[in-house]
């Protein structure tokens, strides 16, 4: 049902589209600076078969090998995002980009992996991951699973056990917002905790009091408030910050590793930098949108232009996305991702009456790596070991698959980009590779390309073209027990022991 050539209409795809999906080429990258998350050395890297198979200098190579020259660049693992959401049915319609057009869109901004969220079918995984499967038979990129978690029963415990066990799965979302849709009770949360705990397998919350935002929309629209300003204005900075604290400290009760997904406010950070300080696990990731634009939009006279800007936790006022900056870079946010949920105008005026009906997501798939790069490592904020860090190594440690992912080594997967930083980006919906007719960064532009994009062995962007293939995309199984992990059944183990400690209790008469 879903055969190959009915892509190669797509304009994506040149007259390779039906060969190999294996590369064989052997490829040389010569003479760049090759950064990892901890080291940096000026090197040749050797691909061969889709995996790097030598980093160091001066290589000497046969003449069947392409070589790309690298000299005065830098030479990074591919971008890893972890939250996107392709093909998602999602506030009555679905996001415009699916597994191809998406993918497609990544590499062509230097990210050769994304992990997508699986939503179950009326609360079921199984079906939820047969269809996500479907979905993703035309990915040209190698993708991940996250998985939602909207219902609790036995049937959904084993099923989490079988998707830990078999599916390649180590990682289930709960959303804490979206009430009457996606929304799950404490209860659930607690329930869910307990059995990812068991499972090995990360906790990831949507963090905002859901009961408190429908309040705050019904507020608004008693107001008269129905245009796009209406969604910022009723889910504030404190229903994020509440519903983090909650899910934090649900976490460290049960003893089990926390991942905030698309970290938007100042009070969500600070809720995080406390945990983290008592020693806490919890992970926190911002989400490029909120990392460089501000709320000012949903003001906007324009619908579509300002219902563009309408996602959940909504972008904050200007002073937030400086502040994410700045925890990102001191490590008290540790990786970036897009929540890349792109619908065109058309969706979005959905909610042309009402605020309540505009599906809720922007893009980011694609700018991700040149926004961060610009606004990060341009401006001086962060080095280019940590831009690979938490653009990429980051992501592949806390999912367990570093170092196939992640990282320029012997054995990784050659999942490589060249960036320029002496040549510049545009961006603009005219130009991007998302099926998208708008784009939330429209006009910005900076400094440091992506010239050179490999997918496992393959050039896949190069000279501003992309050759992309649906089908040679590969899903990567995760594995549990990431190092999130090590030690907590010792930590377990201590407290058991300390209620066994003896009371002296004296009876009185
Ligand atoms: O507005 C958003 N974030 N849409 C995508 C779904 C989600 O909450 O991640
Ligand atoms: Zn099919
Ligand atoms: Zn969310
Ligand atoms: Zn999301």
Redesign the pocket.
């Known amino acids: 049902s879903h055969q190959i050539p009915e892509f190669c209409d797509a304009g994506y795809v040149d007259s390779s589209c039906l060969s190999s999906q294996q590369s064989n080429s052997k490829i040389l990258i010569k003479g760049g600076t090759v950064v990892n998350a901890h080291s940096r050395e000026v090197a040749d890297v050797y691909i061969e078969d889709g995996i790097i198979s030598s980093v160091r200098p001066n290589m000497v190579v046969g003449d069947d090998v392409t070589v790309l020259d690298a000299t005065g660049k830098y030479v990074m693992p591919g971008g890893i995002d972890p939250?996107t959401?392709m093909e998602?049915e999602?506030m009555g319609t679905a996001?415009i980009d699916d597994f191809f057009s998406g993918q497609a869109a990544a590499l062509a901004g230097g990210t050769t992996m994304h992990i997508d969220?699986v939503i179950p079918v009326n609360g079921s995984l199984t079906m939820g991951l047969e269809s996500y499967s479907h979905k993703a038979k035309k990915a040209c990129m190698d993708y991940g699973f996250h998985m939602a978690i909207t219902k609790w029963d036995e049937v959904v415990s084993r099923e989490m056990e079988l998707m830990v066990s078999e599916k390649g799965i180590n990682s289930f979302?709960f959303?804490m917002?979206?009430k009457g849709a996606?929304m799950i009770s404490d209860e659930l949360l607690l329930q869910g905790l307990d059995k990812c705990k068991s499972l090995g397998a990360l906790a990831m919350v949507?963090a905002e009091n859901g009961d408190a935002v429908a309040e705050g929309q019904t507020k608004m629209i008693n107001l008269g408030i129905t245009g796009p300003e209406g969604h910022a204005l009723s889910r504030p900075p404190v229903l994020e910050a509440e519903a983090t604290a909650r899910a934090i400290h649900l976490a460290a009760f049960v003893n089990t590793p926390l991942y905030i997904?698309?970290v938007m406010s100042i009070d969500a950070m600070e809720e995080i930098a406390q945990a983290r300080k008592r020693g806490q696990r919890v992970i926190g990731e911002p989400?490029v949108s909120g990392l460089v634009l501000d709320d000012s939009w949903l003001w906007h006279p324009d619908f579509t232009t300002a219902a563009k800007y309408?996602?959940?936790?909504p972008i904050r006022k200007s002073g937030h996305a400086e502040a994410l900056q700045a925890a990102l870079a001191g490590g008290i946010l540790q990786l970036v991702g897009t929540?890349h949920?792109a619908f065109n105008s058309t969706q979005k005026a959905l909610g042309i009456d009402d605020f309540r009906k505009i599906?809720?997501?922007?893009n980011g798939v694609e700018e991700r790596m040149h926004l961060i790069w610009d606004s990060m490592v341009e401006s001086g904020k962060i080095s280019v070991n940590d831009y690979v860090r938490i653009t990429s190594t980051e992501c592949a440690q806390i999912f367990n698959i570093y170092p196939r992912k992640g990282a320029i080594l012997e054995g990784s997967d050659a999942d490589i980009i060249i960036l320029n930083p002496n040549s510049s980006f545009e961006i603009a919906a005219h130009s991007h590779h998302s099926k998208s007719d708008t784009n939330v960064f429209e006009g910005r532009g900076g400094k440091g390309k992506v010239e050179v994009t490999i997918s496992r062995g393959k050039v896949v962007w190069k000279d501003g073209e992309l050759k992309v293939e649906p089908g040679y995309g590969r899903y990567i199984n995760m594995p549990p027990f990431s190092y999130l992990f090590d030690g907590i059944d010792k930590v377990d183990a201590a407290y058991v022991t300390s209620l066994r400690a003896p009371v002296q209790r004296s009876v009185s008469t």
Do not use: E, I, Q
């Open positions: 939250h959401h998602m999602f996001t969220f979302k959303f917002a979206y996606l949507h997904v698309h989400v309408v996602m959940s936790p929540d949920c599906p809720n997501g922007v």
